[in-house]
């Protein structure tokens, strides 16, 4: 077997014991790698129903078909558990060495079972593993945590996953971060901190082999060259921060907590901006010949010094979408994520949350009140001093971060319980993950595949806003083709997540970035690699695979069609500025765009998969335990 | 600490321009080892925080320290190249080179117990692989002389005409 180990590792956190389970080949050609395979190695090992901070509900990595080879961008591996955000499927990926060193530990997932008793770290060496004493990294940030592990194991090829402080506290939204990069959504982090799992650790010795390396470096080579011209210069030269500006002209850039869809001041944050006065470097995850992570730095102020990677979700969630102009307060809060391990996209949607609850008198000074702010705080849109320490209060779990740090959904439950306010109407979430930076009542097919998707609302697992945003279709009305579209962009981009390959390569192999453009070559690819015979349809079967199974394990764990909904914000109110003013999703457009969307899926009205599909798609296991 | 000389050719890295993908060392221990390893890979990239990132290889040393320390005598410098040739008969993977190169640029190939050294891909048609692959064209087979002239003209062309 070629692109294979055929081995997944199988971590038992509890007897601090480990085995070894052979797959075969047919199994990695249903399921590939990536967020299929994580999604489907944890559908075979958690408990249905088990609460996500339980010892039954695994951490669960599966690694990517391309890691370790010079195919570009793909050294990416997928990460899945029951997400504590939302009580489906959480389903995340992460870039750069930490593939690549599990790939060449010869190991194509890891299932950790269990909890711990006290806090460790496991380190995976080739094929030794060691259950290490965490004491030493506990209150580490997240690049610390890994830059003391390599120490301690004096080797600095060793790559981790860890979890930052603002895991260790449990914070909901808590991430996974290797090598400068993040396993971001659905809360990972505090899963693994569920199980006292502060890292993972990989060194990885073994050279990579091939079915056709001269036809893989061939091909490798030429998407490399490509890689370097128009096809990416979006990416290369600003970064995807780009966007601010261009979501700002089309009224879609999350204003104050998505109130509106312009910003007043989104030159002050857009990615010019940033480039002119912060950037200091651009670089790369390994095996990327892109490169499109801006670092960027405050260089002066009360924050100088503080810097990270921006892109434009991390950024609009805490610029624009808190009235913040200030440049430097938005890299700053997003260094408090990255360092604490946090989703920078839920921390600034949960600001904006807390931010119009205090304008509206639903929060208070009081609530704020602690020992370093002994007067509390005034948490108005655009006070971003007031942010970056309730963002540490987050992290931290100090008075009303307590209440933060689990989200916006349970955090305006909470308060609406407890004071009998309203809040949970500009509670920005669905399924419980907070919304992406694309303002979807100006998108409507995208606010079907925001609807639908099975992690929460999500940018990257579906595509959805893209025919909205080129003209296909009219992005303010609803027609009968939202529903095909939305499987289709959601299928797509499910493909690209499974392999995994990062997504933006998608126009360098001929040029064109849709199906007809792309799947013959990643077939050619996918078959250098392992030595298999795909065509373009088996391409396609991947994307369908992949949504499927992440599908099932939600009607597993009791999803049901009322759960596939909107924030109640983009359901009611409509914008009163910009280019999108005036619109929103209906109650009855978002049911008739569903109706749609599940017979495009070949499920029922109830979006319930038929036990025929699934044994068509080659999951007869499946099939018995969902199917209808 | 050694240096090389102003005649022979050696692999720079320009960390302004490394993005720290690594390809360089795939392409590198594919085209000597016939495998993706880069742990078989004689140029390393060094990553020393979030945004200091380069890439080191033989530097083609004058009075080349490695050799010097042989003690099997199996290393040798090329008087026309001064890339550093292995005799592998003669080398017994005592690791003394390793010791002696301070910029860490030759490996222990532990399956081999031989050491691994860039030759500056001498056998390929097309020089350098990993040269060539660079998708940032960091990477460049020049001397430091070159290098330097390089330096100078990019220094006055800011001064005169203003930053890039």
Not at chain 1, 85 to 106: E, N, V
Not at chain 1, 333 to 362: H, N, P
Not at chain 1, 368 to 376: M, N, Q, T
Not at chain 1, 513 to 532: C, F, Q
Request: aromatic share 8%; net charge negative; glycine share 8%.
């Amino acid at each position: 077997m070629f692109g294979y180990s055929g081995k997944i590792l199988h971590i038992d956190l509890i007897e601090q014991k480990t085995w070894v389970e052979g797959k075969t080949e047919d199994w990695y050609k249903i399921w590939i790698g990536g967020v299929s395979m994580a999604t489907r190695l944890c559908w075979e090992n958690i408990t249905p129903g088990c609460d996500p901070y339980s010892p039954e509900n695994p951490v669960c990595f599966a690694n990517g078909i391309f890691a370790g080879t010079p195919v570009p961008v793909g050294g990416k591996y997928g990460l899945a558990s029951k997400s504590p955000m939302t009580g489906f499927i959480g389903d995340s990926l992460s870039g750069s060495w930490f593939s690549i060193a599990l790939k060449r530990a010869s190991w194509d997932g890891v299932v950790i079972h269990g909890t711990s008793e006290e806090w460790v770290y496991i380190f995976i060496d080739d094929e030794r593993v060691e259950f290490r004493d965490a004491s030493k990294l506990m209150g580490l940030g997240t690049f610390a945590a890994e830059e003391a592990i390599r120490d301690e194991l004096a080797d600095d090829q060793v790559r981790s996953a860890t979890i930052g402080p603002a895991g260790e506290n449990m914070v909901r939204f808590a991430n996974v971060t290797n090598d400068g990069r993040q396993a971001g959504r659905t809360g990972h982090g505090s899963v693994w901190a569920s199980k006292k799992l502060k890292a993972v650790s990989v060194r990885g010795t073994k050279g990579i082999t091939v079915a056709d390396p001269e036809t893989l470096n061939k091909l490798s080579f030429d998407i490399t060259k490509a890689a370097q011209g128009p096809h990416t210069s979006k990416y290369r030269l600003l970064g995807t921060v780009t966007n601010v500006l261009n979501m700002n002209k089309l009224g879609l850039l999350p204003t104050r907590n998505y109130q509106e869809g312009v910003f007043e001041d989104a030159e002050m944050v857009s990615g010019e901006f940033l480039h002119e006065h912060n950037k200091v470097k651009t670089i790369a995850c390994a095996q990327c010949p892109i490169a499109c992570e801006q670092m960027s730095m405050v260089k002066t102020g009360p924050w100088a010094g503080a810097m990270t990677g921006i892109e434009y979700e991390c950024l609009f969630a805490n610029s624009s979408n808190l009235g913040i102009n200030d440049i430097n307060a938005a890299i700053k809060l997003i260094e408090i994520a990255d360092q604490g391990g946090m989703d920078a996209m839920s921390m600034g949607i949960t600001l904006s949350w807390a931010m119009e609850s205090f304008e509206k008198g639903v929060l208070t000074k009081e609530d704020f009140k602690c020992e370093k702010h002994p007067d509390g705080l005034e948490l108005t849109f655009g006070n971003g001093m007031a942010a970056v320490a309730t963002a540490e209060m987050i992290r931290d779990q100090v008075a009303v971060g307590k209440l933060l740090s689990q989200g916006t959904k349970r955090a305006s439950e909470t308060i609406d319980k407890e004071r009998g306010t309203k809040s949970y109407q500009w509670a920005m979430h669905s399924k419980g993950m907070e919304t992406a930076g694309y303002e979807a009542r100006g998108l409507k097919t995208f606010s079907l595949g925001s609807a639908v998707g099975t992690r929460g609302p999500c940018h990257n697992r579906t595509a959805a806003y893209d025919p909205d945003i080129k003209g296909v279709v009219d992005r303010f009305t609803v027609d009968d083709t939202r529903g095909e579209l939305a499987r289709s962009t959601e299928e797509y981009a499910a493909v690209y997540d499974t392999l995994p390959l990062c997504k933006f390569i998608r126009r360098c192999f001929t040029g064109k970035a849709d199906r007809a453009g792309a799947w013959p070559m990643i077939a050619k690819l996918i078959n250098a690699t392992t030595g298999w015979n795909y065509e373009y349809d088996d391409i396609d079967l991947i994307g369908e695979r992949a949504f499927t199974i992440k599908k099932a394990f939600n009607i597993r764990e009791g999803w049901k069609r009322t759960d596939d909904t909107l924030p109640y914000r983009w359901m009611n109110e409509p914008m009163t500025k910009g280019p999108s003013a005036g619109h929103f999703t209906s109650d009855e457009e978002l049911e008739y765009m569903k109706d749609l969307y599940y017979k495009a899926k070949g499920w029922n009205n109830d979006g319930m998969i038929p036990k025929e599909k699934l044994k068509e798609l080659g999951m007869p296991d499946v099939a018995e335990q969902i199917g209808v | 600490m050694a240096v090389s000389t102003s005649k022979f050719n050696y692999i720079d890295c320009d960390p302004d321009l490394c993005i720290g993908c690594q390809i360089c060392e795939y392409v590198c221990s594919y085209t000597k080892n016939g495998e993706y390893n880069t742990y078989h890979s004689r140029i390393r990239t060094v990553r020393v925080d979030e945004v200091l990132i380069t890439a080191i290889a033989c530097r083609t040393c004058e009075n080349a320290p490695c050799v010097i320390s042989c003690p099997q005598k199996a290393l040798s410098q090329d008087p026309e190249t001064g890339t550093i040739r292995l005799e592998a008969t003669k080398c017994d993977g005592c690791a003394w080179c390793i010791d002696a190169c301070d910029f860490g640029a030759i490996s222990m190939n532990h399956e081999a117990r031989l050491v691994e050294i860039c030759d500056q891909c001498e056998n390929e048609e097309d020089g350098p692989q990993c040269v060539l692959w660079c998708p940032k064209e960091a990477l460049a087979l020049t001397t430091p002389e070159q290098r330097a002239q390089k330096s100078r003209r990019e220094l006055i062309k800011q001064e005169v005409i203003g930053p890039k």
